[in-house]
């Protein structure tokens, strides 16, 4: 399907990626969404977020992935096409929002842990009850909330809306690329598949002190990472 123009998608937030940008690695997918906007088209006006924090996730071979087992109707998503959005529910209480990369058929996925708000605040203010502005989409579940997706929006084709990625450049306000362990797992801590724009006010967590099997942030080179597809 041919991405929407601009003026459907809302002024000045580009169009959606193509699917060519999520059909790579998973890792090299989650370092180039950082400074990049994700928007969501809403009956009220679009919503928007930089991406600011994300985690990459594997397949049967990722200890932490939701896929180590296989496929289920819980992860079907995961398994692509690449460039869909992957929204699970966790804890009881949380979903948390997901894009796939693939190939398709080997389940890979970023997961979207924190964005700056860029449109919308009003409504993202409503959902999230108050809480500073800065805080509206810090953390995985609050970027659920804050924009109001749920497993209903699981599957949902980035490359058509209403949930997407910006063919924007990213913009990064000269933060270095850093990694570091995942948050929140048991299991594949030795994996630096966390990925975050250093100092971000917005971003989720501190980075992870070494020490006591952790592993300290490691800085990424900004310019081997690969932005485009």
């Known amino acids: 399907m041919r991405s929407r123009p601009a003026t459907e998608a809302g002024a000045g937030l580009g169009r959606p990626l193509p699917r060519a940008f999520y059909a790579r690695h998973v890792r090299v997918v989650a370092r180039a969404v950082l ?28 200890p932490a992935s939701h896929a180590r087992s296989g496929r289920t109707a819980r992860n079907a998503s995961m398994f ?29 996925a970023v997961l979207v842990r924190a964005l700056e708000p860029v449109a919308g605040l009003a409504a993202m ?4 009850g108050g809480v500073p502005d800065g805080r509206l989409a810090r953390g995985p579940g609050c970027v659920a909330r804050a924009l109001g997706l749920d497993r209903r929006h699981d599957g949902l084709d980035l490359v058509a809306g209403p949930l997407w990625i910006s063919d924007l450049p990213p913009r ?16 594949g801590l030795e994996r630096a598949w966390r990925f975050w724009l250093d100092g971000h006010p917005c971003v989720s967590a501190p980075p992870r002190a070494a020490g006591r099997g952790g592993h300290a942030a490691r800085p990424l080179r900004v310019d081997t990472l690969r932005t485009s597809a």
């Open 172 to 187: 990064r306000g000269g933060r270095a690329v850093r990694s570091g362990p995942r948050v929140g797992i048991r299991r």
């Open 125 to 128: 203010r409503a959902r999230r």
């Open 35 to 62: 400074g990049r906007l994700l928007v969501l088209e809403a009956p009220d006006g679009p919503l928007a977020g930089r991406i600011v924090e994300v985690e990459a996730y594997g397949g049967e071979r990722d």
């Open 80 to 108: 692509g096409p690449p460039g869909r959005a992957y929204v699970y529910f966790t804890y009881g209480m949380h979903h948390c929002l997901n894009l796939v990369t693939g190939p398709e058929g080997r389940a890979s």
